[in-house]
C-alpha cells in the first residue's frame, strides 16, 4: 500500500532496455519518455552480447548501440543527461571501457546436457553446455528445479546467489571508471507468484541471500529496488524484498530505484511503490543517475 505522503519525483532510471536488445521502443523513445515525464538523467542498459541468445545485443548491434547512445547524449547536451551503460550478463565476456556504469545481473544456469533428466530445447554452446534462464517463463524456473536440482530450491538459491557474489566481485574489480548497480537482486523469486517453489521465509534461504546481499554492497555495488516484477496479479513487492531493503538500511548501505523498463511507458512503472518500500525501510534517500554527477543522492 502506498502511503499519502507526496511521492518525490525521481526523475531518473538506470535500468532501461531498448531495441538493441528486448525492448520495445527505440533509444530515441525511450529518452523522449523520460523528457516527458520530467526526467533530468536517463541511463540506457541493453543486455549486454551472449551468443545463440535472440534478448542480448548483438556483437555488432552492440557498436551501433554505443554509436547511438553516444550521440543522443550530445543531442541532449543540458535537456536531460544521459548515460551509456550495459546490463552486464555474468556470462558475457564484453568490452567494458565504453560505458559509465554497469548493472551487474545473473539471468541464467550452465547445464551439462547430459546431467538434465528430460531435454531443455536450449542449443549446446561452445563450451559443451546449455544455458537455461531462471527469469524467462515460469516453465523455465520449475524446469531448472525439476531436471536440474530435482526439487532442491535451497541448492539452486545458493548456487544463484553466490553466482550473484561472483559476478559482482569480478565486476567490481573490472569496471572501477563508475557505479556497478547490483541488478534484480532476487530475480529467482519472479515467478513464485504462481509457482512458489522457493519457501522466501526459509532461514537457510535468508541466511545464504543476506549473506551475499551485504558482501555485494560491500564491494561497492548498489543495490537496486528493481520494479520490472511488479504487475497486478503478479510479485507485490519489488526486487529486494523488505527484509532485504532494512538489512542494507541497518548496515547504512545505499539503494537506486530502477524500472528495468522495456516500453517508453514504463519508464518510472512502480516509482511509488519502490519509493514506498524504501521509506518503510527507513531510508529518507536513495541514489540516482543524477544531473551533473553520475549519482547523486535524491531525499524521499
Ligand atoms: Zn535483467
Ligand atoms: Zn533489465
Known amino acids: 500500500m502506498v502511503s499519502n505522503t507526496p511521492i518525490p519525483l525521481i526523475g531518473s532510471n538506470a535500468h532501461t532496455h531498448t531495441t538493441f536488445c528486448d525492448g520495445h521502443d527505440s533509444a530515441r523513445t525511450m529518452l523522449d519518455a523520460a523528457i516527458n515525464k520530467g526526467f533530468f538523467?536517463?541511463?540506457?542498459?541493453?543486455?549486454?552480447?551472449?551468443?545463440q541468445e535472440d534478448w542480448t545485443m548483438t556483437r555488432q548491434g552492440t557498436l551501433d548501440y554505443i554509436a547511438r547512445i553516444r550521440q543522443l547524449k550530445e543531442d541532449e547536451n543540458g535537456r536531460i543527461r544521459v548515460y551509456l551503460g550495459t546490463e552486464l550478463d555474468a556470462m558475457s565476456d564484453v568490452d567494458l571501457t565504453p560505458y559509465d556504469y554497469l548493472v551487474a545481473s545473473v539471468h541464467n544456469i550452465y547445464a551439462d546436457?547430459?546431467?538434465?533428466?528430460?531435454?531443455?530445447?536450449?542449443?549446446?554452446?561452445?563450451?559443451?553446455?546449455?544455458?537455461?534462464?531462471?527469469?524467462?517463463?515460469?516453465?523455465?524456473?520449475?524446469?531448472?528445479?525439476?531436471?536440474?536440482?530435482?526439487?532442491?530450491?535451497?541448492?539452486?538459491?545458493?548456487?544463484?546467489?553466490?553466482?550473484?557474489?561472483?559476478?559482482?566481485?569480478k565486476t567490481t574489480r573490472a569496471f572501477t571508471k563508475g557505479p556497478v548497480i547490483l541488478g534484480h537482486f532476487n530475480l529467482i523469486t519472479k515467478f513464485n507468484y504462481t509457482l512458489g517453489l522457493i519457501d522466501?521465509?526459509?532461514?537457510?534461504?535468508?541466511?545464504?541471500?543476506?549473506?551475499?546481499?551485504?558482501?555485494?554492497?560491500?564491494?561497492?555495488?548498489?543495490?537496486?529496488?528493481?520494479?520490472?516484477?511488479?504487475?497486478?496479479?503478479?510479485?507485490?513487492?519489488?526486487?529486494?524484498n523488505q527484509w532485504m531493503l532494512r538489512l542494507l538500511k541497518s548496515h547504512g548501505y545505499p539503494v537506486i530505484i530502477d524500472s528495468d523498463c522495456h516500453r517508453a511507458g514504463d519508464i518510472d512503472h512502480g516509482f511509488c511503490e519502490a519509493v514506498d518500500a524504501a521509506r518503510q525501510a527507513g531510508y529518507t534517500s536513495?541514489?540516482?543517475?543524477?544531473k551533473d554527477n553520475i549519482l547523486e543522492e535524491i531525499g524521499l
Request: proline letters at 7%; charged letters at 20%; hydrophobic letters at 35%.
Open 41 to 51: 538523467a536517463l541511463g540506457f542498459s541493453s543486455h549486454s552480447y551472449l551468443d
Open 113 to 169: 546436457p547430459a546431467a538434465l533428466s528430460a531435454p531443455c530445447g536450449k542449443p549446446v554452446l561452445s563450451n559443451g553446455k546449455v544455458r537455461i534462464a531462471y527469469d524467462e517463463s515460469p516453465g523455465s524456473l520449475s524446469y531448472i528445479v525439476t531436471n536440474l536440482y530435482h526439487g532442491d530450491w535451497l541448492s539452486l538459491s545458493r548456487d544463484y546467489y553466490l553466482a550473484v557474489r561472483d559476478h559482482i566481485e
Open 200 to 240: 522466501e521465509s526459509d532461514p537457510a534461504y535468508q541466511k545464504i541471500a543476506s549473506q551475499v546481499l551485504l558482501d555485494c554492497a560491500e564491494m561497492g555495488a548498489i543495490p537496486e529496488i528493481n520494479t520490472g516484477g511488479m504487475w497486478p496479479g503478479r510479485n507485490k513487492e519489488p526486487y529486494l
Open 286 to 290: 536513495v541514489m540516482a543517475l543524477g
